[in-house]
C-alpha cells in the first residue's frame, strides 16, 4: 500500500479513526505463518465447504467468498486451505486492542476486526503520524490493516473503506475539500441498499461527492429516508456515542515462555496461579466466571484454543482448574509451548440462576459438545428444538435451530412453562370408547385404561382455520379422573375420542 500525502489538510479539533483489518478471520489465522502463495479460509462445518474469505493472492486466480472449496481449489491447484480458529480470533482481537488502548484511551470494538478511536485526546496535527505508527506496529506483530481519518465515526468508516478501495493505507476525509475527495469514492462505499443506488446510477450520479452535492430538500422529497440518512453522514451531521473498551473489565492474563515448555506440570503450575488472581478480580466486582477462553501458542507456528464453559457459573477454582487441565491432557503438543494466554469471561451471578420449573443441565458444556457431534454426523440443519407455531389449534409444531453454544438464546426458560400436574403425551393417542350422561363423560374405555369417571372437568372448546377450505378443525377437551386409574386428558373430534395422555 502506498502512503497517503494529504497530511498538511486542516482538521477539526474533534475527530475519530476507524481501524480495519481486512479478512480479519484469514489474517488471524496464519499472522505467525509466512505464506506468499494463494490462501484461503473455509467453512468445514456445513455439508459443503465453502470459502469464508481469500487473500488477494487467491483473488486474483478467482477465488471468493462463497464458493465452494472444491471448485476454488480447481481453479487454484496452488490454493492452501485454512479453517477459522477462535482462539486465534481472540488473539488477534486481543492484540488490535492493546496497541489501539496505547495509543488513545477512547477505544470501541464495533465488530471483529474493527476498531473506532476517539481522537479528542490527541492533538489534530499528530493523528496521522498516531495512525501510522499504530499500522507499523500492528504490521510487525503479522496485522494489517488500513485506518480512516474523519470528523465523525462514520465519515472515519468511510475513509477506511476508501482506504480499502483505494489501496491506501491511511485516508483521510478534511473538512476542506470533503466533497472532492469524496468525488473519487463511488457509491457502493455508502452502504446503501441497491435499490437506492441504481435510482442513483439512472439520475447519473456515480460518485458519493455528487450525491452530497445534492440539496437535501429534494433528496427527502423523491428519495426517502435511507437517501436523507446517507446524505446527512457525507456532511457530518450524524454523530454516534461510542461504546468504550474498559481494560480493567478484561479479565486476561498471558505469560511467554524465553524456553519453550515441553511438559504439562508448568502449565498446569501457571493456569493455578492466573485462576486464582483472576477469579479475585472477578469477585471483587460481584460477578462470577461463565466461561474461559485457553490458549496455546507453539513454537513452530500453530496455536491451540478452546472456549470452556463449567456446568454453572461459578468461582470454585477447583472445578475451573479441573476443567482446564481436563482439556490440556488431550492436546497433541506436537512442539514446545510458546505462550499461554488465559481469558475469563465475567457473568452477573443473578442471571445465572435457573428457572423455578425446570430440570437445568447437570454438565451444559458435556451437552454442547455432543450437539456438536450430531450436527456434523446429520447436518445442522436436522438438529433443532420444537417450538409452538402462533395458532390456536393443539399439537402444532416447528423445528427451531438451536443455538451453538447453549445459553446464547434466554428466551425459553428450560422445563414446563407453568406450575402444576404435568401432561404426558402418549406417543400415539389411544382411541376410547365413552359412554356420555347428561353430556359429560360417565365411562371411558380404552386399551390398558377403562373405568367408571369419578370427577370431571370442562369441557373445552376449541376449533380454526374453518376459513380454509377442507382445513377446519374443531376439538373439545375433558380432563376426567377415572376410579382408581388416574387422571386423564380426553379428546373429541370428529373422527371420535382419543385419550390424549395422562397427568402426574
Known sequence: MRQETGRKAVRPETGYAVVWCRDFRLQAVRRHVQR?????????????SIV???????????????MPTVQAIARCPDLQVDRP?????????????????AWVPGVEETAPGILTLDLSTQPGDRWFDGAWTLRQALEDRGIEIVAGLGATPALARL????????????????????LERLDRLPLVLGETGPELREKLTLWGIQSLGAFARLRREAIAARLGDEAVELWLRLHGRLRRPLQFVKPGERFEAHHEFEVGVAEREPLVFLLRRFLGELSGRIADVGRVVASMHLLLSFSDGASYGRRLVPPEPTLDEEVLLRL???????????S???????????????ASQRVFFGTGLRNRHRCEETLARLRRLVGADRVGSPRRINSHRPEIFARAPLPVE????????????????????????????????EGRPFRIEAPGVSGVVNAVHGPWKSEGDWWHRGRGWERVEWDVDLLHQGLFRLVGTTRGWTLEGYYD
Open 36 to 48: 506468499l502463495g494463494p490462501v484461503a479460509l473455509v467453512d468445514d462445518a456445513r455439508r459443503q
Open 52 to 66: 469464508l474469505c481469500a487473500n488477494e493472492a487467491a483473488s486474483r486466480h478467482g477465488v471468493a467468498a462463497g
Open 85 to 101: 480458529s477462535e482462539a486465534a480470533e481472540l488473539a488477534a482481537r486481543c492484540l488490535l486492542l492493546e496497541t489501539a488502548l
Open 159 to 178: 475513509a477506511a473503506q476508501a482506504a480499502l478501495h483505494e489501496d491506501e493505507a491511511i485516508w483521510l476525509l478534511p473538512e476542506d475539500g470533503r
Open 324 to 334: 482446564a487441565t481436563g482439556h490440556l491432557e488431550n492436546v497433541e503438543m506436537r
Open 336 to 350: 514446545t509451548v510458546a505462550s499461554l494466554r488465559l481469558w475469563l469471561e465475567d457473568s452477573d451471578p443473578v
Open 406 to 437: 447453549l445459553g446464547e438464546n434466554r428466551g425459553d426458560p428450560p422445563g414446563p412453562p407453568v406450575s402444576g400436574p404435568t401432561l404426558r403425551r402418549y406417543a400415539v393417542a389411544r382411541r376410547a370408547t365413552v359412554r356420555m350422561r
